[in-house]
């Protein structure tokens, strides 16, 4: 039997996976629990009463169950009906489930995680700071389907052509690629900009002598115009930080949004006050025209420059969340299901444990399961991450998203949806990117304390204004007071950051090494442990002919080669290529084979002449009754010892020579690894590879450490446990099987050469390929985060003389108050010397 009850009390991840053990707790119980809609799907042996299982829930937390109204027939078997008792219509606000991202339904989450892992149903703007909710990629279900050879063909289901027979595809992208938050942010970035340009030119061409728009309109006149151009910034392109400003406010955890909204806020205020009502203001305030000083100028900018810092940061989360697209498109959209003699196309939701499902050359294999009739040789890469093909026989296990080779097979459905491996992967990388806490730009942690200072003196410098000033009292109080936060308006603390990032990664780039975001370059000057894979990361990736050996006196290394490569040339397995790429570059001619025939499991055989001859393991080499002697037996196993793949070769009854077939590893590796140890950081090696192989590369580079036959989810786990003993730890790998972990690492740094989701996955990529880029990061973060500082510096240090200027300090002793011209003259100058305080990291050295 299988039932749905309404849940209540569940209001995040947390009480939804405490609600689904409790639940599943019960004996002859199976509860799946979803909070959009907030319910449990439970499996039952026989009738458990609603009482017990409130009882259960009861001591879980304060949750509530109860059974819906309606029911709805869902599974019809002979001689069984199931049914399930559906809710009522009313619709539930909770946060949307976040793990299952192929299971339709939105989710969203805030890109600050000010909630930790809360996420919500729909699109918005985080509750607690204000920032815009980014969606978390989805596989889209396709809604028709068509003939790649008749395009005409349109169906809503998958199946055959009816007019060529050809399966049919998805219409359009499976994947939804168009980030609608960028979108967004871009289309106001427009506007703003467009709007902001000409606010700008008016403000400066003040400063010309005999001012050529004078001629047009008097000042004031000018002054209106800004104003008007001023509006669609404001009230529209920006409005989103006055917002998030005010949300800083009321739950006091003061940011960068709190100095932006309250200086652009205060700059356009005064300034729509200096326009309305320029009497008011002293003489010290006014223009030789008689207007009021305005800042539409100040304020547009400073919002407009936010804006492109969001915009820049709303690309860096869409390539986050590519890394997880790259992972969805390994799975197939489709699948061919065995049905009795017929064969049918279904999609891959429609696929159900114990299915029988035919898999072609070249097609990825859709779900986990095993082989129920053929054989074949499936390219792992992407899970296990080695080079090297795995032949499977009926009955061994397969991958969803792995790629079957040249051979047809039928294979039964044990895991499906989110039990596959594959989506196992795709949500480990999902959950270790969203568990990270963001970077805490030292901008925000100083706002934390500027913005409540600021305020503060400027409250004091009103009320000592309006007590002791001279009159009118409480003008002079006023336009001092509103001073002090116009000079407190964070113009360059809002460059200090995104300057140096910006010239620090173009620097990078030139050294190729590509760094995606600022928090990238924060902890890669922390980092105390290298994690590295072996694969494409310490070796070459590729299976290579090491050398060939002859042991018997009639035949020399060539002439080994000329059998191997005549051999090989009939072969569809992976590793002849290694041999036949060897034997081109050695420029041995291929000669004619007869009697071909491929021994899966062992190897190969076939006569050339008049010679029998036979390429493989031990176990051929018994079949075909050829004699090994002692010698080279203790050569091939040395050689196995150290990982490496080892063929004999037979001519007649009598082993001849062999070939040795090894991933290289790469020139730079070690001399990389050895400057790693030299400044104090440990490096250690997670592989899929074997005992052997890791053991072997291990003590060639001289590793502080190693783990071999690594799974995805043991590199994982192996990272949380280095990062649970406080340790800052830098992942760097080139596959799929790496994303998980390069996610989860405080650093990750992906190889050039390697996959697209491992880039995508990483916060740091080795253009190259090439671990000495790892210490050119380290180099390089340590130089930007210093020049960050320098920044902030000068950004805060012409506010902080100017500040006390601006409070009317210097009126009692000097009669001097602080002119506009000045305040406008300190942010350009704190603005300036931030740019060319970033400028020098052009010229840094990180060799």
Not at 4 to 22: L, T
Request: aromatic share 6%.
């Amino acid at each position: 039997m299988e039932h749905r009850y309404k849940i209540s009390g569940m209001s995040c991840q947390g009480c939804r996976a405490k609600v689904e053990n409790a639940l599943n707790s019960i004996d002859g119980i199976s509860a799946k629990v979803s909070l959009e809609p907030a319910e449990a799907i439970i499996s039952m042996e026989k009738h458990v009463p609603t009482e017990k299982l409130q009882k259960t829930l009861s001591a879980a937390g304060n949750y509530g169950i109860e059974m819906g109204s309606h029911e709805k027939e869902v599974l019809k078997a002979p001689g069984q009906i199931n049914s399930v008792h559906y809710e009522s219509e009313h619709q539930h606000h909770s946060p949307a489930k976040k793990n299952d991202i192929n299971q339709g339904g939105e989710v969203f989450y805030c890109p600050m995680h000010c909630e930790g892992e809360k996420t919500y149903p729909r699109a918005g703007h985080c509750p607690v700071c204000g920032m815009d909710l980014v969606k978390q990629p989805e596989k889209n279900r396709p809604s028709q389907f068509t003939c790649p050879m008749h395009p005409e063909v349109i169906r809503n289901e998958p199946g055959a052509c009816p007019i060529c027979g050809m399966d049919l595809v998805p219409t359009g992208a499976v994947l939804e690629e168009e980030d609608k938050t960028y979108d967004s942010l871009l289309r106001k970035f427009k506007i703003a900009a467009a709007f902001t340009i000409p606010i700008f030119v008016i403000a400066m061409t003040e400063m010309i002598p005999n001012n050529p728009l004078f001629d047009l309109l008097e000042l004031k006149y000018w002054n209106w115009i800004q104003f008007g151009l001023s509006i669609p910034v404001v009230f529209y392109a920006t409005w989103m930080f006055f917002q998030r400003a005010w949300i800083s406010v009321i739950t006091w955890k003061l940011n960068m949004f709190t100095l932006i909204g309250i200086g652009a806020g205060v700059a356009w205020l005064f300034s729509l006050v200096a326009l309305i009502f320029p009497d008011i203001f002293p003489a010290q305030f006014k223009t030789h025209h008689g207007t009021v000083f305005v800042y539409f100028e100040a304020a547009t900018v400073i919002l407009t420059l936010v804006l492109l810092g969001q915009l820049l940061e709303a690309r860096a989360h869409g390539k986050t969340n590519s890394a997880i697209k790259e992972l969805l498109k390994l799975a197939p959209n489709t699948a061919t299901k065995v049905i009795g003699d017929k064969e049918v196309s279904v999609t891959i939701e429609d696929i159900q444990k114990g299915d029988l499902l035919r898999v072609k050359p070249g097609e990825s294999i859709p779900v986990d399961g095993s082989i129920e009739t053929g054989e074949a040789v499936i390219d792992e890469s992407m899970i296990s991450g080695e080079p090297v093909p795995v032949e499977k026989k009926t009955g061994e296990k397969v991958t969803s998203g792995t790629i079957n080779g040249n051979k047809t097979f039928v294979m039964v459905a044990e895991k499906v949806g989110s039990e596959t491996l594959l989506s196992q992967i795709i949500e480990m990388v999902n959950s270790a990117s969203r568990s990270k806490a963001p970077i805490q730009k030292m901008a925000d942690k100083i706002s934390g304390y500027f913005v409540p200072v600021v305020v503060l003196i400027s409250i004091i410098t009103f009320l000592l204004w309006a007590l002791y000033g001279p009159d009118p009292a409480y003008v002079y109080a006023f336009v001092n007071a509103i001073a002090v936060l116009i000079i407190a308006c964070p113009c360059a603390l809002g460059l200090a950051t995104p300057m140096s990032v910006m010239v620090g990664i173009g620097k990078g780039a030139h050294s190729g090494i590509l760094i995606k975001n600022a928090e990238s370059l924060e902890k890669m000057n922390t980092i105390e442990v290298v994690v590295i894979d072996k694969t494409g990361t310490v070796t070459e990736g590729k299976p290579s002919v090491e050398k060939v050996v002859s042991v018997n006196s009639s035949f020399t290394g060539m002439d080994i080669l000329e059998r191997i490569v005549a051999l090989n040339s009939s072969s569809e397995h992976p590793l002849a290529q290694a041999t036949l790429r060897y034997g081109e570059e050695n420029k041995i001619d291929v000669k004619p084979l007869t009697s071909f025939e491929a021994i899966t499991g062992m190897g190969v055989t076939g006569n050339l002449g008049s010679e029998i001859l036979a390429l493989g393991n031990q176990k051929l080499m018994e079949q075909v009754k050829a004699v090994i002697n002692p010698e080279l037996k203790e050569q091939v196993k040395a050689a196995q010892k150290e990982g490496k793949t080892v063929s004999y070769l037979s001519v007649g009854e009598k082993a001849v020579g062999y070939v040795v077939i090894s991933d290289k590893i790469k020139p730079s590796s070690a001399s990389a690894i050895q400057k790693l140890q030299r400044e104090g950081i440990s490096v250690m090696m997670l592989t899929g590879d074997n005992e052997d192989t890791a053991k072997a590369v291990s003590a060639t580079l001289e590793l502080d450490g190693y783990k071999a036959q690594m799974l995805p989810e043991d590199k994982l786990k192996e990272i949380k446990r280095l990062q649970a003993e406080g340790k800052k730890v830098a992942m760097a790998g080139d596959g799929i099987n790496d994303a998980p972990a390069l996610s989860q690492a405080d650093i990750g740094i992906a190889m050039g050469t390697g996959t697209d989701v491992a880039i995508q996955s990483a916060g740091i990529t080795l253009v190259k390929g090439d671990l000495n880029g790892i210490a050119k990061a380290r180099l390089l973060s340590h130089k930007v985060m210093a020049n960050i500082k320098g920044n902030l510096f000068f950004a805060l240090g012409y506010n902080i003389v100017g500040i006390p200027v601006a409070a009317g300090l210097l009126y009692p002793f000097f009669g001097i108050l602080l002119s506009p011209m000045i305040a406008a003259l300190a942010m350009s100058l704190s603005s300036v010397s931030v740019i060319l305080n970033s400028l020098r990291l052009r010229n840094a050295n990180i060799d």
